[in-house]
Every structure is written in C-alpha cells, then in structure tokens.
C-alpha cells in the first residue's frame, strides 16, 4: 500500500484535483470532509476516469464543478490486517482498482490493482498460494489484468 495518501477537501474543484494528481504522478485523490476541530474524515475518491467524463462532457464550466458532486462514494475500505486475497476479492465484487486502508478509523493508505499486481510479480511464491486456493480462477478479470501486467513488466525490461 501507499502509506503518502493525497486528498482535498471537498469543495474544491476538478481543476484542483487534476492538478494534484498531475503534480504527484498519481490516479486519484481522496476527498475529504474537513471539520470545525481541523479533523478530516474520508468521504470519496475521484479518478482519473472521474476526470475523462468531466473532461468528455465538453463543458469547460464543469472544470468548476466542486468535487463533491463527482466523488465516487462511499469509499470502499479494507483493514491494514486484511490479506492481498481480501483486497483482491473486494476489488472484484465491488469493480474497482482502488481501496482505502484503515487502522480502525484511521486511513493508514490506498492500495490498487497496480499494488498487488506488484507484490504478487515480486514474490511469485504467492502465486501457487493464489491458485491453489482456486482465487485467481474465481476471479478472471482480476488473473487477466494481472497477466497483462506481469507481461508488459516483462517486455519493457527486454
């Protein structure tokens, strides 16, 4: 997981939220409601495909548009002491590349397909492990964006 988590508030507007992914290289941000106390609790998430329907609407006031009204919501969670079958399970019900980890209420970090695709290309003894348990047949979509991953890995280190 990736513990430098980024958000904003969430009357803040897409502009704003395609300029900090653009400045941290990043595919999302996490939105957050900011209390009178100066607390912030996690309230969404917005993506880059977020961004592409905005974008695809041809309407350069929607640039405007406070994050709140595009947030996806609620997020989706996992805890910091589930498995990486857990995450990827989640994923699949829920059909997405992104979840929050939490420490109880605490948003500890955010994990993606991207992540595990990782973890499981530098540690292939998970992968027996994966598919002895059937989780990687259960779940194709998951095992065939994994292959593409590990393949294109494979290919830009020739």
Not at 14 to 31: D, F, H
Not at 48 to 57: A, F, M, P, Q, Y
Not at 74 to 98: E, F, G, H, Y
Request: with cysteine.
């Amino acid at each position: 997981m990736t513990r430098d988590i980024k958000t904003e508030k969430e009357d803040q507007n897409v502009l704003t939220g395609c300029r900090i992914m653009r400045e941290n290289n990043i595919g999302c941000i996490i939105i957050v409601n900011q209390s009178d106390n100066n607390n912030t609790k996690p309230v969404g998430i917005i993506t880059e495909r977020d961004i592409v329907r905005i974008l695809g609407s041809l309407k350069p006031s929607s640039l405007q548009t406070p994050l709140r009204d595009i947030m996806s919501k609620p997020l989706v969670k996992v805890s910091i002491n589930s498995s990486v079958r857990d995450a990827i399970q989640t994923m699949q019900q829920k059909n997405i590349r992104r979840l929050i980890v939490s420490d109880g209420d605490e948003m500890v970090g955010i994990i993606t397909d991207k992540d595990i695709f990782r973890t499981i290309l530098n540690n292939q003894e998970l992968i027996p492990i994966l598919l002895e348990d059937k989780l990687l047949v259960e779940h194709k979509t998951v095992y065939d964006q994994f292959s593409q991953y590990w393949f294109s890995d494979i290919l830009h280190r020739s």
